[in-house]
């Protein structure tokens, strides 16, 4: 029987939520990274733990059959492989930032310019589409400190929650990508690896869902059932059951996250009451 190799981050920002993310679609690994490979125990699954860097690599050359790192360095490597899932965490952009003092009045403000970045291909092919004739100044980290060492007018870098940029004394000016963390896959999948990978995503979909939704239970009296149903649209129809008092029912459905406080205003205004609102472990439609 064939194993699915999944190439996850040794060590860093993406590691505890990649290894996570497993364990909540019910995979047992082994605990520690320690070692450059696992095994799952109650899964076909074998874990490989590398450098986010080398993931794009080794899932072309079928070292790894599926990975997971982030969209910026899936774009940067531009190896031959396929984007399956964007997984909704470490969800960050790649900026480009100026000295805070410079005024900046569009694009144009680097031509002529020096960009410091370790995204050399993405920053490239953002330029040539905007036609800015910059020259690009490739550093493996620590780029924020470039402007004030004299290396470059400006950088291009992830940023997350943007203090690094403003200890630095840069200001953000661009957008160029945004990213979170995704699922690739070889192109070159067995048929029956390809059936791992079907059973693996239809797990993880099942837990974004539940993460995406809250389970709500609450009273109503009889006759605001119909416009409380119609404010709760649920998986199918909410479930009506009647309660022990006369006149009254309980009313259960499923309400998504994006939705969640405009929804309860409009089922309170309709007479709901007693309104439970509990978490889904998984929820598969
Ligand atoms: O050793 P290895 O090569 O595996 O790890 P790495 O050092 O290359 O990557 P790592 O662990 O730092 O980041 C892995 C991935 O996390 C990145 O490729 C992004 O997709 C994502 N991510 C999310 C981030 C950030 N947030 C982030 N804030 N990657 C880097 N940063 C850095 C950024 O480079 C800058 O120095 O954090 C700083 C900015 O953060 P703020 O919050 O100050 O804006
Ligand atoms: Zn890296």
Redesign the pocket.
């Known amino acids: 029987m064939s194993t699915l190799k999944i190439a996850i981050?040794?060590?860093?920002?993406?590691?505890e939520k990649s290894l996570a993310l497993l364990k909540s679609c019910g995979i047992n690994i082994p605990n520690g990274t320690a070692s450059l490979t696992a095994k799952a125990k109650n899964f076909p699954l074998e874990i490989l733990y590398?450098?986010?860097?080398d993931i794009p690599q080794y899932v072309e050359q079928q070292v790894a059959d599926i990975g997971i790192?982030?969209?910026?360095?899936v774009l940067e490597k531009q190896k031959d492989v396929r984007q399956i899932e964007a997984l909704g965490f470490?969800?960050?952009r790649l900026s480009l930032a100026i000295p805070k003092a410079q005024n900046y009045d569009g694009l144009s403000y680097f031509n002529n310019k020096r960009i410091a970045t370790s995204y050399p291909e993405i920053l490239g092919s953002f330029l040539k589409e905007q036609n800015i004739l910059a020259s690009i100044e490739e550093i493996g980290?620590s780029?924020?400190i470039a402007p004030s060492i004299g290396l470059a007018d400006g950088i291009c870098?992830?940023?997350?929650?943007?203090?690094?940029?403003l200890t630095n004394g840069l200001k953000e000016v661009q957008v160029i990508l945004k990213?979170?963390?995704v699922l690739i896959a070889s192109n070159q999948l067995s048929e029956s690896k390809q059936q791992l990978l079907d059973r693996l995503l239809f797990r993880m979909r099942a837990v974004k869902n539940a993460e995406q939704n809250k389970y709500i239970l609450l009273n109503a009296p009889n006759t605001a059932i119909a416009a409380i149903s119609d404010i709760l649209p649920g998986m199918k129809s909410p479930t009506v059951m009647p309660l022990a008092q006369e006149g009254w029912s309980s009313v259960h459905s499923v309400v998504n996250e994006n939705d969640f406080w405009q929804v309860i205003d409009k089922l309170k205004t309709a007479g709901a009451q007693g309104i439970l609102v509990v978490p889904i472990q998984k929820m598969i439609a």
């Open positions: 981050q040794k060590k860093g920002r993406l590691s590398l450098r986010d860097d790192l982030g969209l910026n360095e470490s969800n960050c980290g780029v924020e870098d992830i940023v997350s929650s943007g203090s690094t940029l990213s979170e963390a």
